[in-house]
């Protein structure tokens, strides 16, 4: 490459360079805090969550999987719930038939609540959810997936002969 192409080639270095330098300082401004083109330098920015109370409004069918714990082992059979925001909780009944029946301590025992129990307790904070059916023996605690099901686990206390034992196992509900 002779002399001439040399600082032909090194005039179009020496531009490009002034053009890139004098794009990039306008596109920051005085204001932005190190920002460029107002894009934040996170690119993944903390954002709210999109749920709330009123996310889990409405019928849901609750399943379980078998619960164990304390030389207990429970099975609860499905039923659906109604649940019903207020304000950041929420509350709801139960609109069908639940049977819990445990086998443990050398016997079998069966309970069953009949429709329109309480599910007292509810709260939803970001994407957990948090609920009990009847009072604080039959807890729920898990998350939202998306606005069509829950997924967590239940833990249940179960009175025997005077001890209190703790059972628990996952539970999913699905929007109805």
Do not use: K
């Not at 490459?1 to 600082?7: K, L, P, V, Y």
């Not at 409405?58 to 030389?71: A, E, K, P």
């Not at 009175?159 to 059972?167: E, H, M, N, R």
């Amino acid at each position: 490459m002779n002399w001439a192409s040399r600082q032909s080639v090194s005039h179009y270095v020496r531009r490009g360079a002034m053009i890139a330098l004098v794009v990039g300082i306008a596109a920051c401004d005085s204001e932005s805090n190190g920002l460029l083109n107002n894009v934040p330098l996170n690119p993944f920015p903390v954002n709210p969550s999109p749920f709330s109370s009123s996310s889990v409004s409405g019928q849901w069918f609750y399943n379980r999987t078998d619960l164990v714990g304390s030389g207990l082992a429970c099975t609860i059979s499905s039923f659906t719930m109604l649940l019903t925001p207020s304000g950041a909780t929420f509350t709801g009944t139960t609109s069908s038939v639940a049977t819990v029946t445990c086998s443990g301590e050398g016997r079998t025992f069966t309970q069953s609540a009949a429709s329109g129990q309480n599910i007292p307790n509810g709260v939803v904070s970001g994407d957990s959810v948090h609920f009990d059916i009847v009072n604080q023996n039959f807890h729920n605690a898990g998350i939202l997936l998306g606005n069509s099901t829950m997924s967590g686990t239940v833990t249940l206390r179960v009175p025997v002969g005077g001890s209190t034992f703790l059972v628990s196992g996952p539970f999913t509900a699905v929007r109805q």
